[in-house]
C-alpha cells in the first residue's frame, strides 16, 4: 500500500475540536462497504468532516481528498477509466498513487507535479473500506473481525445505518447493558431491569466486559431460567466485537464498526456472524438486527437526511 502523500490537515469546516480531530485522525476508520465500491468506483465518503473520493486501481483501493488538484471538482463524480480516475470536469486522470497522469486539452504537454491528489492510507478488510488519514498507520491496527476468516461462521452484512449522533455516543449505546428492559423489551430485552454485577477490564487497544444474564430473545428464552454470555471487546475508538453465546451454545457475533462522519453524525456498518441456523434465510438476521438498532436510534440518534 503507497504511504498517504501529504501531512494531514484538519477539514476548513470542521465539526470537531483541533485536539479531537488530530486524535481520531490517527486511527482507522470504516467508510464505505466494499460492494458500494464496486469493482471500480469512484465512491464518495465522509469521514471526520474530510469529503473522501474512493476507487480501484492496479494497486488497490486509493482514498483521496474528493477535490480535483485543477479546479477543485469533486472527483466522486467522474469515472474510473482502466484504472485511473478521471474528473468530471476537464477530465484530467489520475492514477492509483492520486498522481496525475493525462490531461485530455494537451495530451503531448508537459503535466505538472502539483496535479497530485492529497491521498489517505485505505485498506479492504472484513469487507469495509477502512481509511486512516495519516501517514503513520499500519493495517495490522485495523479492528479484528476473526469470525470472517472461518468456516464454520455465516457472515452476514447488514447496511449501513445513518445517525444523527456523534460515533461516542453510539458505541455508548451499543456497549451499554442497563437499557434492555426499556429500549427493547419486545425484541430481547429481559423484564428486570437489574443488572448484575459484570467486569469492565482495559486490554492494550481498549476495554472488555464479559457480562452473564438471562437477557435474550424471546424465542429462546424458555424457562428463564437460561443465560446469555455477552463479550464485549471494543477495540478503540469505535469498533466493538460483541459475543453473543446463547443458552444452547450456538455464537453470534455482531460487530459494530461505526464511522465519525462528523462530531453529530455517525455512519455504522454492522456485520453478523453467527455457527447456527445457517439454513435460515439471512435476510431474518438482518431484519432482526435493524430492528434493534432502530429501537437504539428512536432514543439517541434520529435519522439524517
Ligand atoms: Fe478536474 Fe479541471 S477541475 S480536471
Ligand atoms: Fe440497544
Not at 504511504?3 to 480531530?21: K, M
Not at 466485537?241 to 455504522?268: E, M, Y
Request: with cysteine; net charge neutral.
Amino acid at each position: 500500500m503507497p504511504e498517504p502523500s501529504f501531512p494531514p490537515a484538519r477539514p476548513r469546516t470542521c465539526t470537531f475540536t483541533e485536539s479531537d480531530w488530530q486524535v481520531l485522525a490517527g486511527f482507522w476508520h470504516p467508510v464505505a462497504s466494499a460492494e458500494a465500491l464496486g469493482s471500480e468506483g469512484p465512491l464518495a465518503a465522509r469521514l471526520l468532516d474530510q469529503p473522501i473520493v474512493l476507487y480501484r486501481s492496479a494497486g488497490g483501493v486509493t482514498a483521496a481528498a474528493d477535490t480535483c488538484a485543477h479546479r477543485g471538482a469533486p472527483l466522486s463524480l467522474g469515472k474510473v477509466c482502466a484504472g485511473t480516475l478521471a474528473c468530471p470536469y476537464h477530465g484530467y486522470h489520475y492514477d492509483g498513487t492520486g498522481r496525475c497522469v493525462q490531461i485530455p486539452a494537451h495530451p503531448a504537454g508537459p503535466i505538472p507535479s502539483r496535479l497530485t491528489l492529497r491521498r489517505f492510507a485505505a485498506c479492504e478488510r472484513h469487507g469495509l473500506i477502512w481509511v486512516c488519514l495519516k501517514a503513520d498507520a499500519s493495517p495490522a491496527l485495523i479492528p479484528e473481525f476473526p469470525e470472517a476468516g472461518l468456516e464454520r461462521f455465516q457472515v452476514i452484512p447488514v447496511p449501513p445505518l445513518d445517525w444523527a449522533a456523534s460515533a461516542g455516543r453510539q458505541v455508548e449505546s451499543f456497549c451499554d447493558v442497563a437499557h434492555f428492559a426499556f429500549v427493547h423489551p419486545v425484541t430481547f430485552g429481559a423484564p428486570s431491569p437489574t443488572v448484575p454485577a459484570y467486569l469492565v477490564e482495559p486490554t492494550p487497544r481498549g476495554v472488555r466486559a464479559e457480562f452473564v444474564s438471562a437477557v435474550g430473545n424471546i424465542s429462546d428464552a424458555g424457562s428463564g431460567q437460561q443465560t446469555w454470555r455477552r463479550l464485549y471487546q471494543l477495540t478503540l475508538p469505535f469498533t466493538v466485537h460483541l459475543d453473543i453465546t446463547f443458552p444452547h451454545g450456538g455464537k453470534l457475533v455482531v460487530f459494530n464498526a461505526a464511522c465519525p462522519v462528523s462530531a453529530r453524525q455517525t455512519r455504522i456498518f454492522p456485520l453478523v456472524a453467527r455457527d447456527f441456523d445457517h439454513d435460515r434465510p439471512t435476510r431474518e438476521t438482518v431484519e432482526f438486527q435493524q430492528r434493534i438498532y432502530a429501537e437504539d436510534q428512536r432514543k439517541i440518534g434520529r435519522a439524517h437526511v
